[in-house]
């Protein structure tokens, strides 16, 4: 459903950038087809455009798709071994000596700079409230340490960032992703994948063809036919307009009547 939900996306974006081409090609060019074939290829450029820029920036910032995926994955391990904490210890050895392994967090002292750091890894899967976050710090307030980070699955509240600066601690709170690219990454140390997410089915084409001609859409295909035809008493009726008209029409047709895209699903009532 969120391929779906993305594909459609896309398509009223094109769409969008369709339409406001096509009124001002209109403007200037009378002809019909002339301009609705200069409307589709002035669309397809800027759509193009749009997207190019899109995924060059994406790829410059943030993670990678295939990296994601890992960072999900790596939680989902976590949280399910019995004490997650030994990997922490595993990376933290990586850089500093002196560490001290709690039951949720571990204590990292830096002698030298008589700085105390505490790493709290929060495995449950609600998210990062205020609320949350105070049961967290009452819980380790009494290392008196001078930062503090806490891993979690994701952050929920987004007044956190603004209520961590009424304590005098230094807080850093890191989502999933941002636990894979400034620790996992950054000191080359990664969690072993035990359990993976299932991933989501790709839509094939049969897929999407009964989404769109599923019963459900036949209100909205015969509601736009309607709206053209209804149009025809204020403007005169052009071939284009009969054009969509009819496509609405059987599109309704089809979505309603085809019984290969409306299977009737028997359930059993105890």
């Avoid at 096509?22 to 193009?48: A, N, Q």
């Avoid at 790596?74 to 990376?91: I, Y």
């Avoid at 035990?194 to 897929?207: G, I, S, V």
Wanted: proline letters at 1%.
């Amino acid at each position: 459903m969120r391929k779906i939900n993305l594909i459609f996306q896309e398509i009223l974006k094109f769409t969008l950038i369709y339409l406001f081409c096509f009124v001002w090609i209109r403007y200037f060019i009378k002809k019909l087809w002339l301009s609705v074939l200069l409307t589709f290829i002035l669309t397809s450029l800027i759509y193009l455009i749009i997207f190019c820029v899109q995924r060059n920036k994406q790829n410059k910032t943030g993670l990678k798709m295939k990296e994601k995926e890992d960072a999900e994955n790596m939680f989902l391990s976590l949280a399910c071994q019995t004490d997650p904490m030994d990997f922490f210890v595993k990376l933290a050895s990586k850089k500093h000596k002196n560490i001290t392994k709690h039951k949720k967090y571990i204590v990292i002292n830096h002698v030298e700079e008589k700085v105390k750091t505490l790493l709290y890894v929060d495995v449950s899967f609600e998210g990062m409230t205020i609320s949350r976050f105070m049961s967290i710090y009452n819980s380790v307030k009494k290392e008196k340490a001078t930062k503090i980070v806490i891993c979690c699955k994701e952050i929920t509240d987004k007044g956190l960032s603004a209520f961590c600066q009424n304590f005098n601690e230094k807080f850093l709170i890191l989502d999933t992703y941002a636990t894979y690219e400034k620790l996992y990454k950054f000191y080359d140390c990664f969690p072993e994948i035990t359990h993976q997410y299932k991933k989501e089915k790709k839509l094939a084409f049969k897929d999407f063809v009964a989404y769109s001609f599923n019963k459900k859409r036949t209100k909205g295909y015969l509601f736009s036919a309607i709206i053209l035809i209804m149009s025809s008493l204020f403007i005169r009726m052009t071939i284009y307009y009969c054009v969509v008209a009819s496509i609405l029409v059987i599109f309704a047709l089809i979505s309603q009547f085809n019984p290969y895209f409306n299977v009737k699903t028997e359930s059993e009532i105890l």
